[in-house]
């Protein structure tokens, strides 16, 4: 089995900064993707960023040039980096990786999700 665990968020004014740590652990053979996903209230899961085992990063167009995402291989660790949070950013956030458990056997897992609300 694989297990999650995300940590970071919290509560902030607009203007301000967080970020967020997802681990993975367990039965783990290599990791190919690891994204951040987040729901609002109302709305569907979006993405927000994701970052290949290569390095390749993706942004959501509204997180752009705001947020970071970067990936600590030796560790199995993913974190983003938001800065010049905006209220539209409140959501719960989920860590989400693609992985192989041994060659040839592909899985994804979900963290748990952290709240990040941005209010003054």
């Known amino acids: 089995q694989v297990q999650l665990v995300e940590s970071g968020g919290g509560l902030v004014q607009p203007g301000g900064s967080l970020r967020l740590s997802c681990s993975a652990s367990g039965s783990i053979f290599s990791i190919n993707i690891m994204n951040w996903y987040r729901q609002a209230p109302g709305k569907d899961r979006e993405s927000v960023a994701s970052v290949t085992s290569g390095g390749t990063k993706d942004y959501a167009d509204s997180v752009k040039g705001r947020f970071t995402i970067s990936r600590d291989n030796a560790k199995n660790t993913v974190y983003l980096q938001m800065n010049n949070l905006k209220p539209e950013d409140s959501a719960v956030y989920y860590c989400?990786?693609?992985?192989?458990?041994?060659?040839?056997?592909?899985?994804?897992?979900w963290g748990q999700g952290t709240q990040v609300t941005v209010s003054s």
């Open positions: 989400n990786v693609r992985l192989l458990k041994r060659p040839g056997q592909r899985d994804e897992y």
